[in-house]
């Protein structure tokens, strides 16, 4: 397993280098004032993804209105694991094209999660994504059903349409 993988802050204290991060989304949470889609932007190694994966810990884990994760409850282990089947990354580097992003997100983002209050989507590298994956990831990304969260996270945010963009925290 990688390095970064191993030492991966699983809470939000413990992220380092984003305070303004961490303190706008304890501010949401806390105010429950979630928003149905955040993009996590900026140069490699700088926390998107593991704050992602933290922010689907706290809708899934969390009691609603706290950031304390129950870090022994098996929704969380299964998170930390990558074995939630209701917590789902997309690499979109290696799934760039509309087949994947209707057959991977819209498709499943219909059913309701199987265990956990919400269904999370993180999709890594998502400036990667073709323009028409784009133009159908912004049907859903415009009226999302109320049990899905969606987290882009990239590191060329000028390659995303401003209509993705226009649509996220």
Known sequence: MALYHTYRPQTLDTIIG??????T??????????????????PRGTGKTSTARILAKIVNCAPEGTVEIDENSSDAQEIN??????????????????????QNIIENAQFKPTKSPK?????????????????ALLKTLE?????????LATTELHKLPVTIVSRCQ
């Open 143 to 151: 009226e999302p059903p109320e049990h899905v969260l969606f987290i």
């Open 119 to 135: 269904k999370v989507f993180i999709i890594d590298e998502v400036h990667m994504l073709s323009t028409a994956a784009f133009n």
């Open 18 to 23: 984003q305070e303004h991060i961490v303190q």
């Open 81 to 102: 694991e990558s074995r939630s089947i209701d917590v789902i990354e997309i690499d979109a580097a290696s799934h760039t094209g509309v087949d994947n992003v209707l």
């Open 25 to 42: 989304l304890t501010n949401q949470i806390l105010q429950k004032k979630i928003a149905h889609a955040y993009l996590f932007s900026g």
